[in-house]
């Protein structure tokens, strides 16, 4: 398993462009180019941190919140998940 970018990877100004990797994306601001930084290090910290099966839940995922998004739903069940399960627990509790 390895991380979503290379250490070889990086993030430089290319006249005025940001340019990932080689690849020239647009003309970006340096807050641009930081938050993008901060993304590539969050999902690097999150994609070392989980197992297996977990990575192929969220390998699809472009940005450090859609993993944490996945990961959530992963765990948690999706929101018509959460909300069976309470009805289900009070109705026990009832009972």
Known sequence: MGTL???TQRIS???????IGGVVIGNWTDNDKKKVQYDLKARNIL????????YQSVSHCK?????LDALE???EG?????QSKSIFLMMLHQH
């Open 47 to 54: 994609i070392s941190t989980i197992c297996l099966n977990e």
């Open 63 to 67: 940005a450090a919140k859609a993993i």
């Open 73 to 75: 739903t992963l765990h």
């Open 5 to 7: 970018v290379s250490k």
């Open 13 to 19: 100004n290319f006249k005025g462009y940001l340019k």
């Open 78 to 82: 999706t929101e018509d998940v959460k």
